[in-house]
DNA sequence: TTATATTTTCAATATATTTTGAAAATTCAA
DNA sequence: TTGAATTTTCAAAATATATTGAAAATATAA
């Protein structure tokens, strides 16, 4: 397969993929074409190499910075921003776990605490298929960010190394 | 809090949470009603207290059964058929998870595996960016995938258990 | 059968999101 | 300063997604 087609093909399926996480198409393929892009790009290059508008390039490349995913660098002598993507996958995840975490869930288990205690017969049984509910997520999120957590802390060949090792 | 509120809160909280997963508002709304319900509703319970029309409750209620989070349950002498969700989250969980690996990780990594050899010079730097991302993302999604693999498997009380206290 | 209840479909409509592009703001060299 | 280059903003337009509701299909009781 041609590098040009390969480069195509995985900007937009990556585009695509990551509309079923709630992650808008450019975001996801400017993200995607920065990550194959040895060089850091200006907005120009990516204006051209997406054929998007410059207004659209500049808000996607706002918030990929503010996820934390893309750097801004400011090159000697040249007036132009570049942007560059981290390249390693794991920093990649790790910091795409971190922002979720912070963004949705501990919004959500704030809120979940706060609806633990409903007014009413502990024996209702609406109150208590509620209360159950409640309890349930909340425990289960517990669970969850704890796990990311320590995920985020740690390094990569410690989770591929040991995790997987105990797994198997 | 007053139980009518707070059901009222967590259903729409919900629903724009799940928003930032790439699942309707409304599935996921009807996802929340029916966790909170002790006993199976009907199409016409659901519409009634969502306030949505007959249709969209149809569409939504059939992607929660594909989804294998909603069953359609058949009331002896009853004419309507009834809903109702499972209702145990580690459960739910791990149900999600087997779809969206199916539906999402492993098409992308099938992707990956065609993409990971280009046509050309090895040396160019293109062309080392390219086939490394992809490597990256290729090696990071196998170890997501059996992580994801062997939660599936386990159940509850070895994931609160040995997990995390292995994590600790 | 036939009549009635119930579910499903889907074109039309409404709503939400994304994208554009030109104007305004900012930056910076001269 | 001034003016050209660059970035940012944002209202309007385009596009995509969700919702409605009534007609068609299906299921069930009599």
New interface residues.
């Given amino acids: ?3 040009s087609d ?2 195509q ?2 900007i937009s ?1 990556w585009g695509a ?1 990551a ?4 992650i808008n198409r450019t975001m996801a393929q400017i993200h995607a074409l920065l ?5 850091p790009l200006t907005q120009d290059d990516i204006m051209a190499g997406l054929s998007l508008s410059r207004g659209n390039v500049n808000m996607n490349i706002r918030e990929l910075v503010d996820w934390g995913l893309v750097d801004r660098i400011l090159l000697p002598g040249e007036r132009k921003d570049f942007f560059s993507a981290e ?4 920093k990649v ?1 790790t910091q795409i776990i971190k922002e ?1 975490k912070k ?2 869930l501990e919004p ?1 288990m704030k ?1 979940l605490a ?2 633990e ?4 017969d502990k024996k209702d ?6 209360t ?3 309890s ?2 909340k ?2 999120s517990k ?1 969850a960010d ?2 990311l957590d ?1 995920m985020v802390k740690a390094d990569e060949n410690w ?2 190394g040991s ?2 090792k ?2 198997k």
């Fill in positions: 397969m041609k590098l390969a480069r093909q995985f399926s993929f509309t079923h996480w709630g990550l194959v892009s040895p060089d390249k390693d996958i794991w995840a979720r963004r949705e959500m809120l706060q609806l205690d409903v007014e009413g049984k609406d109150v208590k298929q509620f159950e509910t409640i349930g997520i425990n289960f669970q704890r796990m320590i989770f591929v995790l997987l105990f797994f």
